[in-house]
């Protein structure tokens, strides 16, 4: 149990485009999702949490208008770069909680990333 | 004082051999300390743990060892097998009562070669 998905796996666009990701939690309802980037050879740095129906917060340096993210349900959580450009390239990777009072709340399931890269 | 420290950054260990990475905080409100596993270009999965309440604790070959009063924790891997080859994470989180978001704090990750 507690899958988490992401869609596309891979993607490669022109500079200047927008970039949607999906997140979704397949058999589990998740109150928090986060988002994260890595580059290679480095560990993950969170760049945003999001609890559905609300807006998310971003960690500091994270330009909001550039990763727009929404979480409009339980189960599904996107984000949206805007206008990528080659330094957009990187890994990112979302990961889930579940919905509190569903069990155990502490461990956050990850997805198996999606890697970005910008032309 | 929200940096989890971890190493060596890389460590190679021969088949059969025992693995063992070290991590050491400083903020005491971190009650939850998990280690994940990664395998180049997938996401990161959770392989063991522990609270603070004990010192111990085993999953097959995966032990952790956590060391309250120096703020520690250590990942051990008993008979290292080649699949075992993936990049190490330990990680922390807040308390509920510490009022914060309770993100995962990190470490650097520990690339992890076993040698056949």
């Known amino acids: 149990g507690a899958v988490v998905s992401q869609h596309p796996s891979r993607v490669i666009c022109k500079s200047g485009t927008s970039v949607k990701i999906e997140c979704r939690s397949l058999?589990?309802?998740?109150?928090?999702m986060f988002w994260y980037r890595q580059f290679p050879k480095q560990s993950l740095m969170l760049m945003a949490t999001?609890?559905?129906?609300?807006?998310?917060?971003?960690e500091q340096g994270v330009e909001k208008d550039k990763f727009l993210i929404n979480h409009a349900s339980l189960t599904l959580s996107t984000l949206t770069v805007t206008s990528a450009h080659p330094e957009d390239s990187s890994f990112y990777i979302c990961?889930?909680?579940?919905?509190?009072?569903?069990?155990?709340?502490?461990?956050?399931?990850f997805g198996p990333g999606t890697r970005l890269t910008v032309l | 004082q929200q940096q989890v420290k971890q190493s060596p950054q890389s460590l190679i260990v021969q088949k059969g051999g025992i693995s063992i990475i070290n991590c050491a905080y400083e903020?005491?409100?971190?009650?939850?300390f998990p280690w994940y596993q990664q395998f180049p270009g997938k996401g990161p999965a959770l392989l063991i743990a522990?609270?603070?309440?004990?010192s111990e604790k085993k999953e097959g070959r995966f032990t952790i060892s956590f060391n309250k009063s120096a703020k520690q924790f250590s990942l051990h891997i008993m008979d290292s097998q080649p699949g075992d080859s993936a990049t190490y994470f330990c990680?922390?989180?807040?308390?509920?009562?510490?009022?914060?978001?309770?993100?995962?704090?990190f470490g650097s990750g520990t690339q992890l070669t076993v040698l056949p």
């Open positions: 058999d589990f309802q998740a109150t928090t």
């Open positions: 999001s609890n559905e129906g609300s807006k998310a917060t971003y």
């Open positions: 990961s889930a909680k579940l919905l509190l009072g569903t069990g155990p709340t502490d461990t956050q399931y």
């Open positions: 990680a922390a989180q807040p308390s509920i009562s510490s009022g914060s978001a309770r993100q995962l704090t």
């Open positions: 522990i609270r603070p309440d004990v």
């Open positions: 903020n005491t409100a971190f009650d939850y």
